[in-house]
Structure formats: C-alpha cells, structure tokens
C-alpha cells in the first residue's frame, strides 16, 4: 500500500522558518523523482522543488531560490523542505509527489494530501 504523508506545517511570522517532511512507503523510494509543490488559495497547483533520485541534483522556483532547500534521506524514505525568510506569499498548501519514469512510460505517480503552511503575523 502507498502512502506519501507530509507533515511539519503550520503558522509561521514572516522571516520565519518551518520544515517540511515527507515520508514515504509501499514503494523504492530511491527509485523517484520526489518534488514539492504548493497550491494557493485561487492559484494553481505549481512546483516549488525537485530533488532526483539520488539526491545529487535539485532544482526550485526562482520565487523561493536561496530560501528554501530540497532534501531526500533515502535510508529513512523521507524528503525534506527547509523553508526560510518565510513571506505572506509562500503561504500554501504544499504536497509531495513521488515520480518514477522510464523514457515515456510513467512507472509511479503519487501524491499526499498536504500540510498547511501559513505566514502571517
């Protein structure tokens, strides 16, 4: 059974910090693309970070470039955020998805449902 399950969100001031995890079971871990997204009241789902399989390559958002930084810790099927100098608009609901992929086939696609994340004073 899959289960992709984030947690750590909250309220937050601004220039504050929080920190994302994502745990994840029921598939090899090591074997996906693991990205965090976020989804704004009104707004469209959009890719906050991305992080390979591996853990050696990342890329993020220009709108959260130097303050936000994508882990994975593949002995522990988990992948991390750290969120800093936290601003109103960051404020979302964040998903992880799990993405595994072999030249045009999708091999595995899954979701969790999301953690809250609020900045505000």
């Known amino acids: 059974q899959v289960q992709v399950v984030e947690s750590g969100g909250g309220l937050v001031q601004p220039g504050g910090s929080l920190r994302l995890s994502c745990a994840a079971s029921g598939f090899t871990f090591s074997h996906y693309t693991m990205s965090w997204y976020r989804q704004a009241p009104g707004k469209e789902r959009e890719l906050v970070a991305r992080i390979d399989s591996a853990g050696g390559s990342t890329n993020y958002a220009d709108s959260v470039k130097g303050r936000f930084t994508i882990s994975r810790d593949n002995a522990k099927n988990t992948m991390y955020l750290q969120m800093s100098s936290l601003k109103p608009e960051d404020t979302a609901v964040y998903y992880c998805?799990?993405?595994?992929?072999?030249?045009?086939?999708?091999?595995?696609?899954?979701w969790g449902q999301g953690t809250q994340v609020t900045v505000s004073s």
């Open positions: 998805n799990a993405l595994s992929t072999w030249r045009a086939a999708v091999l595995g696609n899954y």
